[in-house]
């Protein structure tokens, strides 16, 4: 079995309104999932569109306290195991640690089992929770029932910032928070990882301030699409031109993600990352 994958960030908010928000189903509805029953510590189940194979709940609480919550996961016919911990810091923020289990990454180049999106699935709700705790609107989370990829936020910042901030590599580095070189031209490269990647993705189109468009291959075209209004921007993202059959859920959840830390980048002031070092 491989070594649990680890997700971990910080919420601008005290650990008992954290702790309300992971187990509250209200709650999390807003940030997680469709459909949510909860009734500690005997029942911790969500289902739905949002959740990967959602047509029923497939959790079971394990364990349950004040600070940390952990449960049975059945994905792909694996029970994997889910652990939450929350840790206090000065000044009123809390720690989210995420650890989930049987999380391997060639299932998310080979589309092999849908455990392959539980990286993105995961990144894309913690990015949800932080902001519903912070009171900003979450990001559209990803519809695991849809072959349709394609949705949209509105940013607080004027469209040439919010274009430079996708098209500059070190600017999207700073806030997808991993290396990523760009050659912003039609036909140039964008690297994941850095200009020695040796099949980086190509940028096919690109209107400087109103669209850019990236060939990723065998899982498709991303495109952004922007426009601006009263010193706002309408930013519609896709993701086309893949094998209908074989939605790339994985890399979805893992661009809408990064689209939550985009719009915490242009809104919120002395901005930092909310992921903390898991190692």
């Given at each position: ?5 680890i997700l ?6 005290p650990l008992?309104?954290?702790?309300h928000a ?9 940030w ?8 500690l510590?005997?029942?911790y189940a969500f289902?739905g569109?949002h ?7 497939h ?10 919550l952990?449960?049975?996961w059945l994905?792909d016919?694996v ?13 009123g923020a809390?720690?989210i ?20 999106v ?42 040439s910032?919010?274009?430079?901030s996708?098209?500059d ?14 050659e912003p031209?039609?036909?140039g490269?964008y ?5 020695d990647?040796?099949d980086?993705a190509?940028i ?8 850019m468009?990236?060939d ?11 426009a601006?209004?009263?010193g706002?921007t309408r930013?519609a993202?896709s993701?086309?031109?893949?094998d209908?059959s074989r ?14 830390e985009?719009r ?11 992921w903390v070092?898991?190692?």
């Amino acid at each position: 079995m491989t070594e649990p994958m680890i997700l971990r960030a910080r919420a601008q908010a005290p650990l008992k309104e954290v702790h309300h928000a992971l187990t509250d189903a209200e709650s999390m509805r807003r940030w997680l999932t469709e459909h949510a029953e909860v009734d500690l510590p005997d029942r911790y189940a969500f289902w739905g569109r949002h959740t990967p194979e959602g047509d029923a709940p497939h959790q079971r609480l394990l364990h349950a306290d004040d600070r940390s919550l952990s449960f049975a996961w059945l994905l792909d016919g694996v029970e994997t195991t889910t652990e939450i911990g929350l840790d206090e810091e000065a000044g009123g923020a809390t720690v989210i640690t995420l650890s989930q289990s049987h999380f391997d990454y060639n299932d998310v180049i080979t589309g092999a089992s849908i455990r392959g999106v539980l990286q993105t699935f995961w990144s894309l709700a913690i990015a949800n929770l932080v902001d519903h705790l912070e009171g900003r609107e979450p990001t559209p989370m990803a519809d695991f029932t849809s072959g349709e990829l394609r949705n949209e936020v509105t940013i607080e910042a004027p469209a040439s910032e919010v274009f430079d901030s996708l098209a500059d590599g070190e600017k999207v580095s700073r806030w997808f928070g991993y290396p990523i070189a760009i050659e912003p031209h039609v036909g140039g490269r964008y690297a994941m990882g850095g200009l020695d990647n040796p099949d980086p993705a190509k940028i096919i189109d690109i209107t400087p301030g109103r669209t850019m468009s990236v060939d990723w291959g065998s899982s498709g075209v991303t495109t952004w699409e922007l426009a601006e209004s009263g010193g706002r921007t309408r930013l519609a993202f896709s993701q086309s031109g893949f094998d209908g059959s074989r939605p790339p859920y994985a890399a979805w959840a893992g661009w809408l993600s990064g689209i939550a830390e985009l719009r915490r980048f242009h809104e919120v002031a002395d901005w930092r990352p909310i992921w903390v070092d898991a190692s």
